[in-house]
């Protein structure tokens, strides 16, 4: 039997190595303790805090049938929150989504449906795979510590394509034009309060200023005690990638002070989340890449576009391509 693996438990990983299954061996690493990647949800202090993707949608009839019995289970629900958009300090407009473009959340978390899919998995986590090399017309992996991990007829990355990059084998035919793919961070803060705060949105969408998204996150299905999300936008994370936390927390304090016009530094609990890869702005111009004659393939959101349902169409459409060539 093929022996596959999938580098990265992210939807697009669980996606594809679920395909898979059914006619290969396949393992998934996972460098973090649990499936997910960036549809990540903290749960400390009595809250939780979708810290990376705040919702995803459904525009494909393939992704909507996938949806349809993680919704009929309760792993995923419809979120429709008071929304408002704001110009800096000016509340702009404000409306509800609603029934004519559904927004959906994992439930209770923003993984859990990704959960879901992992079970049924050969998944290692808390491990990552540092270098991989061409050994005897087999793929070897090793971990940071040069520590073997597996060798394997197939390999898979659905990793962020900077990290990608690094990773794939010289001689891989697409390494060069993942190579072009730019990926822009995001800094997101959490605060947790003991008592709500009396907003008048659930959601907010907010331009020209250095944050780009304010949420009750508590709002969503199933969460409990009153939660705030806030994310910057890509271009002052990019420019402040390196700033220290305590100093990042501090600027987006005073910068979501200024939004909603009031004190917000009265949280109980507070963290500060870097991601260093959040959304791609040089997408490519096809679902996957994969090279047959190494035997090498990627997939990811950032193959398309920085969604979730990007991410599942990319893994399912190079799941297809792999199952004729298996």
Not at 23 to 38: C, D, L
Not at 162 to 191: A, H, I, W
């Amino acid at each position: 039997m093929t022996e596959i693996a999938v580098i990265g438990a992210g939807l697009a990983g669980c996606v594809v190595a679920n395909d898979l299954s059914k006619t290969a061996s396949v393992k998934v690493y996972e460098k973090s303790s649990r499936p997910g990647g960036r549809m990540a949800t903290r749960v400390v202090s009595r809250h939780q805090f979708d810290h990376g993707a705040q919702f995803f949608d459904a525009t494909s009839p393939d992704f909507k049938s996938f949806l349809k019995p993680l919704l009929e289970n309760g792993c995923v629900a419809r979120w429709d929150p008071r929304f408002a958009e704001f110009d800096g300090p000016k509340l702009i407009r404000q409306t509800r989504w609603s029934d004519s473009h559904p927004h959906y959340v994992g439930k209770p978390t923003m993984s859990s449906f990704v959960d879901k899919l992992s079970k049924n998995l050969d998944c290692v986590f808390e491990i990552k795979v540092a270098s991989i090399e061409r050994q005897d017309e087999r793929w070897v992996l090793y971990d940071t510590e040069a520590r073997r991990l597996g060798d394997y007829d197939w390999i898979i990355l659905t990793a962020p394509a900077e990290q990608t990059y690094q990773l794939l084998p010289n001689g891989v035919d697409f390494k060069s034009r993942v190579g072009l793919v730019k990926m822009l961070g995001c800094y997101s803060l959490l605060l947790g309060y003991r008592d709500a705060i009396n907003l008048t949105f659930d959601a907010a969408s907010v331009k020209n200023a250095n944050i780009s998204w304010i949420s009750v996150n508590s709002s969503k299905p199933d969460r409990k005690n009153f939660s705030l999300l806030v994310q910057s936008t890509n271009r002052w994370a990019e420019q402040n990638m390196n700033m220290d936390l305590d100093e990042v927390q501090e600027k987006l304090f005073k910068f979501t002070s200024e939004i909603l016009c009031l004190n917000i530094n009265t949280a109980d609990y507070v963290e500060t989340k870097r991601w260093r890869f959040a959304n791609s702005i040089r997408p490519t111009d096809q679902s996957f890449f994969l090279d047959r004659s190494n035997q090498v393939a990627s997939c990811g959101d950032w193959c398309i576009k920085g969604r979730i349902e990007a991410a599942f169409l990319s893994a399912k459409r190079l799941a297809v391509e792999l199952l004729k060539e298996l």
